[in-house]
């Protein structure tokens, strides 16, 4: 293998391949552009000169200054005249999420004053922040965003100001715009078979507030919650800043086994489900399994929380009615967000919920942050009206559903049987398992290093004993991403190899 590789201080080698068709400037890019987003590379920081680097890498001069240019046009680098090429202080993501780190913990160093109270501690040791906000191969939990209708939103965002009349600029309903939570009941009754009113919709900023209203209104300290396991880290940090209790339930190929459950904890207040397709696995529960877990929950008294995250992206079969839609005693709460569907910045989910208890979700969405901004949800409703919203979503199936299919071949073809993966039938990631006594973590370290972003399956169980495996997203990384960042993958594989003589 032809491959030159170069440092710069102790944390960072480029490393150039000549074996691989991806242009040597795309691969000198893609690296430093990693780089620059997991903070390796810090704002501020000077890269060597073109001159060097070209020596260094073996590289044409020109190489360089074309992966220099690129970072440059996208506003990562900045060049002063006569003094070389700095780290931008200010990057294009800023605004966006805050840098990777997957479980940030504060210590008690970095409080200062008289500190927060119990509860404000409980948020200080957990966090839902993820990986990247960028599409790095292989990101999980984007969406596409350069196949997002950017001018067509921004035409409804326009008609929805042009629209406004006096009535819309005070305080609006914080149940959400009523036309909207109408039009949603009725997408449910027609994609999900979840016949509901609008009046037990309840807009919210996603399913991260969804789930915080739910710890609120539904939840006292040291209540048992069933939660996955492996789970939602989102759904488990919200949990626990309320202080609940979490009870792990091993998933089957079935999803949540309720039997193991009721040995663990018989009388959990709340079990938190993902049946269309459980977090990270991917698993869809079936119908008697559905039944069996609704027919406890009815016997014990607990709430049934349903996260139907991505069920939009089915590329195989057809979904099952929700479990909501089989509730006959009001217990199951059912949770969208277009975080998956449209853009997670949007910031937009909703509730349906059992209508005795709407009236205190209402109450408490206002004393939480009053309402959704009302302008948002006025071009969303157009959006769907006018047909766009299911045109989105058909385009978005068809195109994750390709993109899938590449990573896949592309798998089968560079990786091999390295590492075990199945297709997934519905989603936007699929999972890659390592042997067991391979760490997850190092091997998603090492991948850094080669540009590429994998996220450990094993920070997703609480237990001791994770599997351990790669969660790789595909439906946000354009195909030629997708092929440089497998190669990418299969450096990582030969070099865990040939340094510990297993992957
Ligand atoms: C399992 C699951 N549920 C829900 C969401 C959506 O969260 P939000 O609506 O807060 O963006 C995500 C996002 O990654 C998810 O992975």
């Known amino acids: 293998m032809k491959r030159s590789v170069?440092?710069?201080?102790?944390?960072?080698?480029?490393?150039?391949?000549?074996?691989?068709?991806?242009?040597?400037?795309?691969?000198?890019?893609?690296?430093?552009?990693?780089?620059?987003?997991?903070?390796?590379?810090?704002?501020?920081?000077?890269?060597?000169?073109?001159?060097?680097?070209?020596?260094?890498?073996?590289?044409?001069?020109?190489?360089?200054?074309?992966?220099?240019?690129?970072?440059h046009a996208e506003g990562y680098v900045i060049s002063r005249t006569g003094d070389g090429t700095y780290v931008a202080d200010s990057l294009p993501?800023?605004?966006?999420?805050?840098?990777?780190?997957?479980?940030?913990?504060?210590?008690?160093?970095?409080?200062?004053?008289?500190?927060?109270?119990?509860?404000?501690r409980l948020f200080t040791e957990l966090s839902v922040t993820a990986g990247p906000a960028l599409p790095i191969p292989f990101v999980a939990d984007l969406p596409a965003f350069d196949a997002f209708p950017l001018p067509l939103w921004k035409r409804f965002m326009v008609q929805s100001w042009q629209e406004v009349r006096p009535t819309m600029l005070g305080?609006?309903?914080?149940?959400?715009?009523?036309?909207?939570?109408?039009?949603?009941?009725?997408?449910?009754?027609?994609?999900?078979?979840?016949?509901?009113?609008?009046?037990?919709?309840?807009?919210?900023?996603?399913?991260?507030?969804?789930?915080?209203?739910?710890?609120?209104?539904?939840?006292?300290?040291?209540?048992?919650?069933?939660?996955?396991?492996?789970?939602?880290?989102?759904?488990?940090?919200?949990?626990l800043a309320a202080g609940a209790r979490l009870i792990p339930v091993p998933v089957d190929e079935a999803g949540l086994n309720v039997e193991a459950g009721r040995a663990l904890e018989p009388h959990p207040r709340l079990i938190f489900i993902s049946p269309s397709r459980q977090y990270p696995l991917g698993m869809t529960m079936p119908m008697a399994r559905r039944q069996a877990l609704l027919d406890y929950a009815e016997r014990i008294g607990a709430w049934v929380i349903e996260d139907d995250y991505d069920c939009e992206f089915r590329y195989r079969g057809s979904p099952l009615p929700a479990v909501r839609s089989l509730d006959r005693s009001q217990r199951v709460i059912y949770l969208?967000?277009?975080?998956?569907?449209l853009l997670p910045s949007f910031r937009l989910g909703y509730l349906v919920l059992p209508e005795t208890i709407q009236p205190v979700f209402t109450k408490a969405k206002a004393i939480i942050d009053r309402h959704p901004?009302?302008?948002?949800?006025?071009?969303?409703?157009?959006?769907?009206?006018?047909?766009?919203?299911?045109?989105?979503?058909?385009?978005?199936?068809?195109?994750?559903?390709?993109?899938q299919d590449v990573l896949l071949d592309e798998l089968h073809q560079v990786v091999g049987?390295?590492?075990?993966?199945?297709?997934?039938?519905?989603?936007?990631?699929?999972?890659?398992?390592l042997p067991d006594n391979v760490s997850d973590l190092a091997f998603c370290d090492l991948a850094r290093e080669y540009g590429i972003s994998l996220r450990p399956l094993s920070i997703y169980y609480l237990s001791d004993r994770p599997k351990q495996g790669l969660i790789m997203g595909f439906a946000a990384i354009p195909v030629a991403r997708i092929r440089w960042g497998v190669k990418q993958l299969r450096k990582v594989v030969d070099q865990m190899l040939s340094q510990k003589g297993t992957i």
Not at 184 to 212: F, K, N, P, Y
Not at 336 to 341: A, I, M, Q, V
Not at 377 to 391: D, H, P, R, V
């Open 6 to 71: 170069t440092s710069i201080g102790s944390l960072i080698a480029f490393i150039i391949d000549r074996d691989d068709k991806t242009p040597v400037y795309k691969q000198l890019y893609y690296q430093i552009h990693a780089a620059i987003l997991d903070g390796r590379l810090e704002a501020g920081s000077r890269l060597p000169a073109s001159r060097i680097l070209a020596q260094e890498l073996g590289l044409s001069r020109n190489s360089v200054v074309t992966a220099l240019d690129h970072l």
């Open 93 to 120: 993501e800023e605004h966006l999420a805050p840098r990777s780190g997957l479980l940030h913990i504060m210590t008690d160093d970095a409080i200062l004053g008289p500190g927060p109270s119990e509860r404000g």
């Open 171 to 239: 305080y609006a309903d914080p149940a959400g715009f009523r036309p909207l939570r109408k039009i949603i009941a009725s997408h449910l009754g027609a994609s999900r078979l979840l016949r509901c009113q609008s009046s037990e919709v309840v807009m919210t900023s996603g399913s991260q507030q969804s789930l915080d209203l739910i710890s609120r209104v539904l939840l006292d300290q040291g209540d048992p919650v069933w939660i996955e396991e492996p789970g939602y880290i989102g759904a488990r940090c919200a949990f």
């Open 336 to 341: 969208g967000t277009f975080s998956k569907s």
């Open 373 to 403: 901004p009302l302008l948002e949800q006025i071009a969303l409703g157009s959006f769907f009206k006018t047909g766009q919203f299911a045109a989105h979503i058909r385009r978005m199936r068809q195109l994750y559903h390709e993109r």
């Open 417 to 433: 049987s390295a590492l075990t993966f199945t297709a997934a039938d519905t989603g936007m990631h699929l999972i890659a398992f």
